[in-house]
Nanobody, 121 residues
Framework: QVQPVESGGGSVQAGGSRRLSCAAS????IAWFRQAPGKEREGVAS????????FYADSVKGRFTISRDNEKTPVYLQMNSLKPEDTAIYYC??????????????????WGQGTQVTVSS
């Protein structure tokens, strides 16, 4: 088992950057999700255990980058050109197997507590 732990949340002005970290070592497929008030949890980006395969939601392509060196190092989410609509609680999730659909929350076994990101205009 693994207990993902997120860090790096906070407040930032629109156009700024923020880097989130997820400590979840082991052979797990990792994804970042976010949930804004009144909205469903949304897949943001995901990465395979070795870091070779990465996927992004259309809403963050070109602005966010997910990365990891290997299965023993943290997973990072570098967020650039932030917009007010990026405001949400960001969660790190881990799956023991390659998920059939990386954007579906039910495909992940373990979840972190979340970290708040607030983007002001």
């Amino acid at each position: 088992q693994v207990q993902p732990v997120e860090s790096g949340g906070g407040s930032v002005q629109a156009g700024g950057s923020r880097r989130l970290s997820c400590a979840a070592s082991g052979n797990y497929y990792i994804a970042w999700f976010r949930q804004a008030p009144g909205k469903e949890r949304e897949g943001v980006a995901s990465i395979s255990s070795g870091g070779d395969y990465k996927f992004y939601a259309d809403s963050v392509k070109g602005r966010f980058t997910i990365s990891r060196d290997n299965e023993k190092t943290p997973v990072y989410l570098q967020m650039n050109s932030l917009k007010p609509e990026d405001t949400a609680i960001y969660y790190c999730a881990a799956a023991q197997w390659w998920p059939p659909s990386w954007v579906r929350p039910e495909n992940y076994n373990y979840w972190g507590q979340g970290t708040q990101v607030t983007v002001s205009s």
